[in-house]
Every structure is written in structure tokens, then in C-alpha cells.
């Protein structure tokens, strides 16, 4: 297993630059017309953040060594200071798009250690070089989410390693709009719903314990979400609609044979199980911190970071709309957010210490302040979620 090397981190740093304060805008808005209220996504104020001022001294961590001795906060014996160690942060799908972005932003604080688990090891290696991160602030290691095997390796060789974990970013997604056939995962499962839900559950359940076991002032753990899953938005009514129905297909495997490939039952539209498969997200979040945010002091959040409508996930789309898109949401909806944005975005969620409240789905206003956005009715169905959870425990082999 590619285990990159080790960090040395620069001695002084000062802290993350101050927060926004409070949301006052509405996101769900087009041509600035509101929507009814039914539709119109609630939000309240972000908290009030707090500057911090953290020395960092010298940490070295080699792959295969007990860096969990390491305790996150230490004091100095000579001034009495109080240091935190470089956190450890692995990003899903940091070869491109947000998962890249929010990688760079991270890395260039000096503050985290970037675990890029990526199922193209060059393509990653290409893209941290051409970002500018410096060595020192990444691993890449192999994960193919479209594989369980290939998950349950990849959490075998991370624990391996030694390398303690502070938070976890569940980022890859695959999108295939324009497919005429469902395609599938190593285990059969429906491409879409397989490598956005069922990777990344298998992924966060059997990571949860070293989660747990940080000693990091915050640990958590993200799993991306979507306005476009969210029927309470404008953007979430553009046909083909997220719906998981009665969840018939997801109890059938997702596979085709004896089940449709389409959690409602239904016949396999890929944009449709892209919406469903952030859904899905959005609700194993808010399961995650009824589960265990009070037990272990876990934060889970999820978040829409904008509409990045210029990077990979459309890589499939036909070349009309990929040259229409971007315009089409920087000027007619004003949803439009560049990836670097994005990723400061995301790496706010990784490491504010003012967004530390959990079962949050967050988003930004135009102002590109956070606040808790609402999500639809399906994506905060409790009964729902508790059901996905055990379904996906079986078609994972956790129960
Ligand atoms: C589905 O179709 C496909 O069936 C599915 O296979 C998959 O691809 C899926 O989500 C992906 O899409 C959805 C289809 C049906 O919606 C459309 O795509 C219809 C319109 C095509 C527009 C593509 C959007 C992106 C490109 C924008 C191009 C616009 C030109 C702008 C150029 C900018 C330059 C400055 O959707 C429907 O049936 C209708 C959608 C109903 C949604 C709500 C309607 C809101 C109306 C507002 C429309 C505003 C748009 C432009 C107006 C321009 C005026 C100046
Ligand atoms: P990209 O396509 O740029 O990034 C997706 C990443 O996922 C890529 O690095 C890709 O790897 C990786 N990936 C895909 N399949 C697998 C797999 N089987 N195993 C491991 N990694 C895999 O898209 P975005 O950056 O836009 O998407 C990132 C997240 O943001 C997704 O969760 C998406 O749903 C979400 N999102 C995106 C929005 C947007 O407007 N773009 C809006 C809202 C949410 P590779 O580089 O090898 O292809
Ligand atoms: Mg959408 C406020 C309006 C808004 C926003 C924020 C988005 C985000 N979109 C909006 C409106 C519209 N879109 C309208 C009015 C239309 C019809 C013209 C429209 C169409 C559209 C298409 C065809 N939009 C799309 C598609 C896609 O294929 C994308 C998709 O659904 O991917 C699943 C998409 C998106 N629009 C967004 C965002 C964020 C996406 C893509 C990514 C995602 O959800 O992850």
C-alpha cells in the first residue's frame, strides 16, 4: 500500500482568519424571486466564531509508527504553552474537484496532514503536485469506493499505519446523466448509490472507533451532500426529482437481477440515482449523530458547498451543457461557486472551530457565510434513515 512519508511541520503558525458572522441571505432564490415558503430552504446564524492562536511544535509521523502516543495537546515544559499536533484528515475523491480543493486549503494552513484516498494513485499524485500542496502535508493511499474489498483494505492499511484520525471526509461521488444502462459496483451494486452511499458507509462504520479514539479538541466526520437532493429547493425540482420511495429496490441489492437497480423500485435513470445517492448521504449523516454523536462526542455534519459547476462530476454530461452550465448558474441563478471557494468552504466544515455543532447539513450564503440550512422532507425522514442504515448494514456485511 502506498504509504507516503511524514510531516514536518513549521514551528509557528497563527490561526484561521476570523469568521462571518451571521446568514441574512436566502439561497433559494432565482431571478430574485423567492420561493413559497414550502420550498423555501429556513436557515438561522452561523455561531459567533472565536479566534485562536495555536503553536505547533515539530511533529514527525512516519508511516508504521505509533504516532497515536502522540497526544494532541501538549504543553511545553519551558513557557507552559499549550501546542496542538498537525491533524489527520482523509478526503474521499481528493483527486479533483472539491475533494482537491479542500485538500490544498487544508494543507497550505500547515495545521493537517492530508490522507488523499483516491482510487487513481497518478491522477492524484499529478494533482496535489499541479496544486502546489508540498509533500510533507499528503499521503495518497488507494481507495476504490466502488469496491468493499477495496474499502476494507484501504481501512486495514490506515489503521496500520498508525496515523491517528481526526476527521473524515466522505467527498467521491460519481454522476452518470446521460447513461442509458445502469452500470455496477465490484459487488453488484447500482454505480451511483454503491460508490456515493454504500462505499462511503462501509468506509465511516469501520473507521468510527479510531475516530473515536482521537484525542483531537474536535474530531468529525462529513459526508457531502446536495441542494439537487433536496426537494425544498428550486433546484431539487428539476425533474428527474430525487424519491426513495419505500426503499423496495435497496432491500433487493441494487442489482437488476431479482431488484431494480433504483432504491424506489423504479427503472434506472442515472441522474435520479445521483440525487438519491446524496440522500442518502444527507440522512446517514443525521443517523451517525443520533447513533453516536452524544457516546462519542463525534461531530457529523453534511453540507451543500455551492453549485462548482465546473468540475469533474459532469465529466459525462454532454458538451452542450458542460459549455452552458457554468454560465448558466454564474449569471442566471448566481449559485456559481469556483472550486477554491468550495473548498475553503469544505475545509471550514474539516476545521472552524466555530462549526462544531453536529447533525448540521451547513451552507453558505452570498456573502459565503455558513449558516444550518434545512433539508427536505425525505432527506430528515428519521424513519427513513434508520431503515437505509439497516439495509445498508446488510448489503455491506455488517449484520
Ligand atoms: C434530465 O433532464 C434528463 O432527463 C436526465 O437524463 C439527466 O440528464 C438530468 O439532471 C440531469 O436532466 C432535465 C431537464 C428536464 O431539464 C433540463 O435540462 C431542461 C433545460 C435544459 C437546460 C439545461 C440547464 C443547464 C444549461 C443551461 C442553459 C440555459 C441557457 C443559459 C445560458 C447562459 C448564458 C448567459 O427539465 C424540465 O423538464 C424543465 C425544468 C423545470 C425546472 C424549473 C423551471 C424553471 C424555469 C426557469 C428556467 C430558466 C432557464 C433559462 C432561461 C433563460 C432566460 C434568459
Ligand atoms: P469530481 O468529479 O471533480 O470529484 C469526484 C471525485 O470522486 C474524483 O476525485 C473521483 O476520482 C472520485 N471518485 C469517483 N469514483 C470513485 C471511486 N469509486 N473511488 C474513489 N474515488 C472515486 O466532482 P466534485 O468535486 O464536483 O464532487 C465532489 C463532491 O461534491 C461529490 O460528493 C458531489 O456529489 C458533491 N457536490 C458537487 C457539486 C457540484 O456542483 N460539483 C454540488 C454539490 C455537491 P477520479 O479523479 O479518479 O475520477
Ligand atoms: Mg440545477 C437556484 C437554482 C439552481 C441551483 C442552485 C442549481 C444547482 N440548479 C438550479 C436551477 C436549475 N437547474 C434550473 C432552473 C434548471 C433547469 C433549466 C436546472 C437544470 C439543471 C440540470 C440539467 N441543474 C443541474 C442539472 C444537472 O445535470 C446537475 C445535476 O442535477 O446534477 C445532479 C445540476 C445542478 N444544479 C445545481 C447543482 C449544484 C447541480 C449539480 C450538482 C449536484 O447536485 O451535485
Redesign the pocket.
Known amino acids: 500500500m502506498a504509504l507516503q512519508a511524514a510531516a514536518l511541520v513549521p514551528s509557528t503558525f497563527s490561526a484561521p482568519k476570523e469568521g462571518r458572522s451571521a446568514a441574512s441571505f436566502k439561497d433559494s432564490s432565482?431571478f430574485g424571486v423567492s420561493l413559497p415558503d414550502h420550498i423555501k430552504a429556513d436557515f438561522t446564524s452561523s455561531a459567533l466564531r472565536c479566534k485562536r492562536e495555536f503553536n505547533q511544535r515539530t511533529w514527525a509521523v512516519r508511516a508504521q509508527t505509533t504516532a497515536t502516543a502522540t497526544p494532541a495537546i501538549t504543553r511545553s515544559s519551558m513557557d507552559g504553552k499549550k501546542t496542538l499536533r498537525k491533524g489527520s484528515v482523509i478526503i474521499t475523491g481528493a483527486s479533483s474537484g472539491l475533494g482537491l480543493a479542500t485538500a490544498k486549503a487544508l494543507a497550505e494552513t500547515g495545521k493537517w496532514h492530508v490522507i488523499m484516498a483516491c482510487r487513481d494513485f497518478l491522477k492524484a499524485e499529478r494533482a496535489a503536485k499541479s496544486a502546489g500542496m508540498s509533500k510533507e502535508n499528503y499521503t495518497i493511499m488507494h481507495l476504490d469506493l466502488a469496491s468493499l474489498d477495496s474499502v476494507r483494505q484501504f481501512v486495514d492499511s490506515y489503521k496500520r499505519s498508525g496515523r491517528p484520525l481526526d476527521v473524515l471526509v466522505c467527498n467521491a461521488a460519481v454522476y452518470q446523466?446521460?447513461a442509458k444502462e445502469p452500470s455496477f459496483t465490484a459487488e453488484g451494486f447500482e454505480l451511483s448509490v454503491g460508490t456515493n452511499h454504500l462505499g462511503h458507509f462501509l468506509l465511516s462504520r469501520l473507521l468510527l472507533d479510531d475516530l473515536k479514539q482521537s484525542d483531537y479538541p474536535s474530531k468529525r466526520l462529513i459526508i457531502v451532500g446536495s441542494i439537487t437532493g433536496n426537494t425544498n429547493t428550486?433546484a431539487g425540482?428539476?425533474?428527474?426529482k430525487a424519491n426513495l420511495g419505500d426503499l423496495r429496490g435497496l432491500a433487493g441489492g441494487l442489482n437488476g437481477l431479482n431488484s431494480s437497480t433504483m432504491i424506489d423500485g423504479g427503472e434506472f435513470?442515472?441522474?435520479k440515482a445521483y440525487k438519491d445517492s446524496k440522500v442518502c448521504n444527507m440522512l446517514t449523516m443525521q443517523e451517525f449523530h443520533r447513533r453516536f454523536h452524544e457516546e462519542t462526542g463525534i461531530t457529523f455534519a453534511s453540507l451543500y458547498p455551492g453549485c462548482i459547476a465546473t468540475t469533474g462530476l459532469f465529466r459525462e454530461h454532454i458538451p452542450l451543457?458542460r459549455l452552458?452550465?457554468p454560465?448558466?448558474q454564474k449569471?442566471?441563478t448566481k449559485g456559481f461557486v469556483s472550486e477554491d471557494e468550495a473548498g475553503k468552504r469544505l475545509a471550514q466544515v474539516v476545521s472552524d472551530p466555530s462549526l462544531t455543532k453536529s447533525g448540521v447539513y451547513w451552507s453558505w450564503n452570498k456573502a459565503s457565510a455558513s449558516f444550518e440550512n434545512q433539508l427536505s422532507q425525505e432527506a430528515s425522514d428519521q424513519e427513513k434513515a434508520r431503515k437505509i442504515w439497516e439495509l445498508s448494514e446488510k448489503l455491506v456485511g455488517l449484520a
Open positions: 432565482l446523466p446521460t428550486l425540482n428539476v425533474p428527474p435513470d442515472g441522474a451543457f452552458l452550465f454560465p448558466f449569471y442566471i
